[in-house]
């Protein structure tokens, strides 16, 4: 049965995860799975999800890697920090009737040390519909799982502006803001802990547009220039989403964008000027 859901299980996780996804249909244990993997990456090498029925009404994702992933684990390790803090964050991002087994490492802690390593999550008991149940499982489930796996190999990396100087300690921190702010990886967390709303006007995006309301935007709250001591990135804590209006809003300030509190109290006055909207 969960193989006639395969439109439903590649449209989630495309667009969590920004990443084409292959699939396949394994019938070779006792209840049909899933096997979802990166389309450019041949899945004996790269990372999988198997995903299957588990229970009467419940779902188990198995993450893990192929038997040719050396090269692939190779790359993962050599992931950079904040990487692998995005991919922790995801995967720690796992609702909390969702359980995690991660085989021996701390949750919030866990690396990729070798092609042995593995993954379970499990969803013991669902009350949607068939078809929703498919679709929250593979959001809610999946999407985490191989996003963590595409910030860790680097997909969709944004690169710096043309003619930016790496050496011009503005053009760096230019940099990282706008790699933050488009990565989608960092937009699907940033919605995942805050919601489908606008932090700053409080527009429900989805409510008003229906399926046209996937436009919410990944602002970085604090600007890097304004920080007197590096600290570690907190993607959990330093993004907020927001709609396209008002993330345009909050950045007609330059170089440093205004507060969200600035932009709320912009709105306040113009209402009480010319009425609501």
Known sequence: MIAAWQDIVRKEIEAGTGALIGMSVDQRGMRTALRIWFADLDERRGPFVELKPHGLKGYRATLGFG???GEIVRQIQRAGEEDVQLAQALVDSLAPDVELDLFGQERGQ???HSG?????????????????????VSRDVVVPLMAAMAELIGYDLVEEDEGAS????????????????RNPRNRLLCIRLHGERCLCCGMEPRKLYGDAGDILEVH???ALSLLAVPRPYDPGKDLAPLCPNCHRAVH????????????????????????PL
């Open 67 to 69: 038997t040719f992933a």
């Open 110 to 112: 866990w690396r990729v």
């Open 116 to 136: 042995s390593f593995r993954l379970t999550a499990t969803l013991r008991k669902t009350t949607e519909s068939s078809d929703e149940a498919v679709a929250r």
């Open 166 to 181: 790496s050496s011009e300690e503005g053009a760096i921190l230019l940099a990282t803001v706008r790699r933050r702010e």
């Open 220 to 222: 970085h709250l604090e």
């Open 252 to 275: 007609t300030r330059r170089p440093v964008p205004l507060d969200l509190d600035d932009v709320r109290t912009f709105m306040e006055a113009a209402q009480n000027e010319h009425g």
